[in-house]
């Protein structure tokens, strides 16, 4: 079963950058398609970006297309969120996350939880 740990979280100002790292353990980090999901205050957790288990294909939320990255490195075990363009909107808890069903398009899909990592971003 496959361990995550998130990092990288943090309080940056909007239009700020931020770069989160997850690093997986104990399992075989290629048969999982990796994703990020957050939860803000009072809402409900969402669904941000998703990445298959080569790294070819991802996948993103319409909220945060085109200032969200994500990538993975299967020779450490790591998967990454470069964030851009930061707004307050994007203030939540991330969390990665691992789906051993190869699909990684939705929160459904995402077994496997880390705990999760606070970024704020002020106006």
């Known amino acids: 079963q496959v361990q995550l740990v998130e990092s990288g979280g943090g309080l940056v100002q909007a239009g700020d950058s931020l770069r989160l790292s997850c690093a997986a353990s104990?399992?075989?980090?290629?048969?999982?398609?990796m994703g990020w999901l957050r939860q803000a205050p009072g809402m409900e957790r969402e669904f941000v970006a998703g990445i298959n288990w080569s790294g070819k294909y991802t996948n993103y939320a319409d909220s945060v297309k085109g200032r969200f990255t994500i990538s993975r490195d299967n020779v450490k075990n790591m998967v990454y969120l470069q964030m851009n363009s930061l707004k307050p909107e994007d203030t939540a808890v991330y969390y990665c996350a691992a789906s051993s069903s190869g699909s990684y398009f939705n929160i459904r899909n995402y077994g496997y939880w880390g705990q999760g990592t606070q970024v704020t971003v002020s106006s």
């Open positions: 104990g399992g075989i980090f290629t048969a999982y398609a």
